[in-house]
Antibody, heavy 127, light 108 residues
Framework: VQLVESGGGLVQAGGSLRLSCTAS????????MNWVRQAPGKGLEWISY????????YYADSVKGRFTISRDNAKNSLYLQMNSLRAEDTALYYC?????????????????????WGRGTLVTVSS | SYVLTQPPSVSVAPGKTARITCAGN??????VNWYQQKPGQAPVLVIF???DRPPGIPERFSGSNSGNTASLTISRVDAGDEADYYC???????????FGGGTKLTVL
């Protein structure tokens, strides 16, 4: 399994950037995906989740209304559209894969942890 | 929002046992996951569902969770275990995933 992020770079505050994550070595459409970021010298921050077909999406409060997660299963790709960028959005952005969910007697079970990570793409927002 | 608290740093001598804690309100009712991150590298899952190890993770890594504290224990610590360790849970009330602030493990 390989996850490769791209699209990072230097952008001015208020600008936009679109990140991509391309998956290989797995059936991408079977897996729920996430974006997690890490500011320089800081800890990990989960920022967004998307279900296998994109019908369920969640965002951290810090990015809600500014960032949009999406996916294209035909292209084995995950995206993060980032608008109205702020200096505090400066970070290394990782895509992270959930384990495969499954159905049991209670319905669909979604494991809530990150089984695989990419190496990240760096976003720098200048003020 | 749900808050996880970790000690910023833990130090241990080689061959000894390191214990890293993760505190949260009634965390024992949640599934806790742990990640190891070495400098310049992506995080790696070392414990999921409180106590389970992914394939390839040594038995020296174990987890526990009860009451208001979860723990990651690393026995027979060696220099290769020096890293930042993060706990993580899912907060069902917000549908958000939450990380602790991270603990830097130093092998003396």
């Amino acid at each position: 399994v390989q996850l490769v992020e791209s699209g990072g770079g230097l952008v001015q505050a208020g600008g936009s950037l679109r990140l991509s994550c391309t998956a290989s070595g797995l059936t991408f459409s079977n897996y729920e995906m996430n974006w997690v970021r890490q500011a320089p010298g800081k800890g990990l921050e989960w920022i967004s989740y998307i279900s296998t077909v994109g019908t369920t999406i969640y965002y951290a409060d810090s990015v809600k209304g500014r960032f949009t997660i999406s996916r294209d299963n035909a292209k084995n790709s995950l995206y993060l559209q980032m608008n109205s960028l702020r200096a505090e959005d400066t970070a290394l952005y990782y895509c992270a894969r959930d384990p495969m969910g499954y159905y049991d007697d209670s319905g669909y079970y979604r494991p809530e942890y990150f089984e695989d990570w990419g190496r990240g793409t760096l976003v720098t927002v200048s003020s | 929002s749900y808050v996880l608290t970790q000690p910023p740093s833990v130090s241990v001598a080689p061959g000894k046992t390191a214990r890293i804690t993760c505190a949260g309100n009634n965390i024992g009712s949640k599934n806790v996951n742990w990640y190891q991150q070495k400098p310049g590298q992506a995080p790696v899952l070392v414990i999921f569902y409180d106590t389970d190890r992914p394939p390839g993770i040594p038995e020296r890594f174990s987890g526990s969770n009860s009451g208001n504290t979860a723990s990651l224990t690393i026995s027979r610590v060696d220099a290769g275990d020096e890293a930042d360790y993060y706990c993580q849970v899912w907060d069902s009330s917000s549908e958000h995933r939450v990380f602790g602030g991270g603990t830097k493990l130093t092998v003396l």
